[in-house]
């Protein structure tokens, strides 16, 4: 983004550069190799990605406000499991009246750390109050499943995966029958079906899951009733998706028949899972045996354990789970990790995971966004969008170019093939304002469950919403800072303060910024202070070559890793914008070059296949497609999109007209 009525444009000095420096960003290292396939990650969720696979665990919603807890099932796990919170006993207590508010916390929580849901679970004979086990008609009790599941799906439609629709029905021992329970002794065989088939029509795109205990021994009966009612399932077309093998072992872990049972499943064309993982003292081979007997069986799609640490486990005097009492790893971990193809994180400082590659492709969309004037805007270019998706729709805000200054506008739209359809909301006529505002960053900030807009009026400004799809809530522009900080006085020299990006860690938010002079600059405040308090303000990184490190920076946190990511656009020896990356473990750490050369580059037009059409030879200022939508700015570890501007190759002219519209880049050297 560049500054209000500039009139020169940087083409021509650009090419005059003549190349692009050697970074020489402060405490820069040099660039790790680019693994070329199969990624070692250093944390469970990112590895079990690498191989299109989840690793999840079970949530406590009491227990989301421990910070070692949080910590952990946000760096290591990509899928959760409310432990009881869905569960009927706290869901529907009282016959028709409702309570969801323990589960939407878990559901909140994961949303917005990119994490998918499990739902656990609708038809179970335990954990039920005792009004549905008083019912005596059958009629009746069938009327009461069908709305329990019914209202329990609507209500989390779009937001749960998989669901557990029925939960140990079978007996244990040599029946291999249905146990007793009052849907099995009023309803027959049939409640199972007969609950499948209710929930796909209440959600139709959850997968629909029979779970259960014991089933892991091939040559079990248990085994053996469920496998046939999920083949006379699947053969009479009653709707079924997969199985989920809980695996509560004992200290032998799994019987040695396991991954034969979950590939004779799968064959049936059911995933599996396996859904409840804990193994008493959690013996590195144990664990090691059960990741292995999934990873060989090709529809094995993931793997939840159930808990975090040993106190968090129902059966903690085992000892059965990954973390111990104080949230340090057992070995166990690392030989689940291990065993996924992963490589333990160093236990001592350095920069120790890589969950991104060193180089990068992509392919990208012909023009999804172009400006649409009204008879009071008019618009040279669609500029510098942010994105998050969520609740089911990509919300879009840019930047709005032309001759007389830069604006903001704001669109939405359920998919990327709507957007052109879209309706622009221009936010001068909100409580924003008009005048100077450009360069937008939204995140959801959850402490204080407020949606931010963070943007450029000469300082850095923000407002704040409690509805991201209003426009008219945004409030008026505040400043982060009184003044410029000094540092940045001191270095700006002819530059512009420009592109202003927040990103927060447990601790603390940092606010970058660019002075399109070969500086970003990085200020500081508490998580609990926010959004007051940016001090401390510091060049981050910096490059003689201002055109090699120029503006438009991202900071991102990758998914289940300890690595962050720093994008900045670049000018280069073409005259064309592109970007280069860097890594790290800490957002005030120092920054390591991961593809940040004009060869090889982050994104560039050299390193983007245009199937519809090279309808732009600059690769500039936009956002990755998040994971989540808070302010942790979490993004996946792979098939990376990045949505940024690109323009007519051929246009030229004063900066601020020029024809800038909107793509999509999509990752396509993804290992995963
Ligand atoms: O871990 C759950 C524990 O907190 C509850 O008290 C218990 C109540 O039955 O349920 C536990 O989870 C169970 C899961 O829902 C179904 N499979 C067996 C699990 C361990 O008992």
């Known amino acids: 983004m560049k500054l209000l009525r500039r009139t020169r444009g940087h083409r021509a000095s650009a090419s005059a550069s003549g190349l692009v420096a050697v970074a020489a960003l402060l405490a820069s290292g040099t660039a790790s190799a680019a693994p070329d396939a199969g990624i070692k990650a250093s944390t469970l969720g990112a590895q079990a990605a690498q191989s299109g696979r989840y690793f999840g665990t079970a949530v406590a919603a009491g227990k989301l406000g421990d910070g070692t807890y949080a910590t952990i099932l946000d760096r290591e796990f990509n899928m959760v499991?409310?432990?009881?919170?869905?569960?009927?006993?706290?869901?529907?207590?009282?016959?028709?009246?409702?309570?969801?508010?323990?589960?939407d916390q878990i559901v909140a929580h994961a949303t917005a750390h990119g994490q998918r849901v499990r739902g656990h679970t609708l038809v179970w004979h335990s954990q039920l109050p005792g009004w549905v086990g008083s019912i005596t008609d059958a009629?009746?009790?069938?009327?009461?499943?069908?709305?329990?599941i019914t209202t329990e799906m609507a209500h989390f439609k779009g937001k749960?995966?998989?669901?557990?629709?029925?939960?140990?029905?079978?007996?244990?021992g040599s029946s291999g029958a249905h146990r007793a329970s009052v849907f099995q002794n009023l309803l027959g065989d049939g409640f199972?079906?007969?609950?499948?088939r209710t929930a796909r029509s209440a959600d139709p795109a959850a997968k629909l899951c029979y779970n259960d205990y014991n089933i892991e021994d091939w040559n079990a009966a248990k085994t053996q009733g469920v496998y046939r009612m999920v083949r006379d399932f699947k053969s009479r077309g009653v709707p079924i998706d997969c199985v989920g093998f809980q695996a509560h072992f004992g200290t032998g872990g799994p019987p040695a028949s396991f991954q034969t049972t979950l590939s004779n499943f799968a064959a049936l064309g059911v995933d599996v899972q396996i859904t409840e993982l804990d193994i008493a003292q959690a013996s590195t081979t144990?664990?090691?045996?059960?990741?292995?007997?999934?990873?060989?069986?090709?529809?094995?799609?993931?793997?939840?354990?159930?808990?975090?640490?040993d106190s968090d486990s129902w059966r903690s005097g085992d000892n059965p789970l990954l973390f111990d009492r104080n949230g340090a790893k057992k070995a166990a971990y690392n030989s689940v990790l291990t065993t996924m193809g992963g490589a333990p994180a160093a236990t001592t400082g350095t920069a120790d995971t890589a969950a991104l590659p060193g180089s990068y492709s992509w392919s990208s969309s012909g023009v999804l966004m172009s400006p649409k004037p009204?008879?009071?805007?008019?618009?040279?270019?669609?500029?510098?969008?942010?994105?998050?998706?969520?609740n089911g729709k990509y919300h879009v805000f840019a930047s709005v170019a032309s001759a007389s200054g830069y604006g903001l506008v704001y669109l939405n739209f359920t998919d990327w093939s709507q957007a052109a359809s879209a309706t622009h909301y221009y936010l001068d006529r909100t409580p924003i304002g008009s005048g100077y505002r450009a360069a937008p960053q939204v995140f959801y900030f959850a402490p204080q469950k407020l949606w931010y807009l963070v943007y450029q009026t000469g300082n850095a400004s923000y407002s704040t919403n409690s509805d991201i799809s209003n426009p008219n809530g945004w409030s008026a522009p505040r400043n982060f800072y009184a003044s410029m900080p000094d540092v940045i006085k001191q270095n700006i020299g002819s530059g512009y303060w420009v592109?202003?990006?927040?990103?927060?860690?447990?601790?603390?938010c940092y606010l970058f910024s660019s002075d399109d002079n070969g500086h970003l600059y990085?200020?500081?405040?508490?998580?609990?202070?926010?959004?007051n308090g940016f001090a401390n303000t510091v060049i981050a990184a910096q490059d003689s070559n201002k055109y090699a490190l120029f503006e438009a920076s991202n900071v991102y946190k990758v998914q289940g890793s300890s690595q962050y990511l720093l994008l900045v656009e670049a000018i280069g020896s073409d005259g064309r914008r592109y970007f280069r990356s860097w890594a790290s473990s800490g957002l005030a750490g120092s920054w390591t070059a991961l593809a940040a050369s004009e060869a090889n580059p982050f994104a560039r037009a050299s390193n983007v296949a245009f199937p519809g059409g090279s309808w732009t030879k600059d690769i500039s200022h936009g956002e990755m497609v998040r994971a989540g939508y808070d302010q942790t700015l979490t993004i996946p570890s792979c098939r990376l999109q990045y949505l940024y501007q690109g323009k007519d190759p051929n246009a030229g002219g004063d900066y601020n007209t020029l024809p800038w519209r909107l793509g999509l880049l999509t990752q396509t050297n993804s290992a995963c």
């Open 192 to 196: 199972v079906e007969q609950a499948f």
């Open 374 to 390: 009204d008879s009071t805007h008019s618009i040279a270019g669609l500029k510098d969008p942010s994105v998050v998706y969520y």
């Open 522 to 531: 990085r200020s500081q405040t508490t998580l609990a202070s926010f959004p």
């Open 139 to 148: 009629n009746t009790l069938r009327g009461v499943m069908n709305n329990h």
């Open 81 to 103: 499991t409310p432990e009881n919170e869905m569960k009927w006993d706290t869901t529907e207590r009282t016959r028709g009246s409702f309570d969801f508010a323990p589960a």
């Open 286 to 309: 144990a664990y090691a045996n059960t990741i292995r007997a999934c990873w060989n069986v090709a529809r094995c799609n993931g793997v939840t354990v159930w808990g975090i640490r």
């Open 160 to 172: 749960v995966y998989a669901w557990d629709v029925v939960n140990e029905a079978f007996a244990d």
């Open 499 to 508: 592109d202003m990006w927040v990103i927060c860690d447990s601790g603390n």
